[in-house]
């Protein structure tokens, strides 16, 4: 969000002390470090052998998306090869691509997501 430079305290002059803009305080410099942290996409790959229902299974559980969502997610992989599930940052990236694979293995499915950068 923009704010007024002068408005070195942040607060938009909403200070409620009358309007005066008087204040005793410590000095913070104005909005310095804090980067954005890169972002990462989990791919889901499509193959002839793991069961739809799965595949919406994990897209609900790991990825956090509704029966309908998953659903569209997991038919555009089968129809088209490969799928965003989310986007993440890196460690919750390869967190979610270790629970599916994890959950793919003890099925014996030979499920395959991977991690792109964004
Ligand atoms: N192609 C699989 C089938 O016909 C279904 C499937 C969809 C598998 C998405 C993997 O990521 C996948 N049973």
Redesign the pocket.
């Known amino acids: 969000m923009k704010r007024n430079d002068d408005d070195k305290n942040g607060n938009g002059g909403q200070d409620g002390n009358g309007g005066d803009d008087f204040e005793h305080g410590v000095a913070v410099k104005n909005r310095a470090k804090t980067k954005k942290p890169s972002m990462y996409k989990v791919l889901?790959?499509?193959?002839?052998?793991?069961?739809?229902e799965?595949?919406i299974h994990v897209l609900e559980q790991y990825f956090s998306k509704n029966h309908k969502e998953a659903t569209r997610i997991?038919?555009h992989?089968?129809q088209k090869g490969v799928?965003v599930c989310g986007i993440f940052t890196y460690e919750v990236a390869e967190t979610k691509v270790n629970q599916t694979m994890d959950l793919a293995q003890q099925h014996q499915?030979p499920?395959?997501?991977t991690i792109e950068k964004d």
Request: glycine share 4%; hydrophobic share 45%; with cysteine.
């Open positions: 889901m790959l499509n193959d002839d052998y793991t069961p739809m799965f595949v997991m038919l992989v089968h799928g499915h499920l395959q997501c």
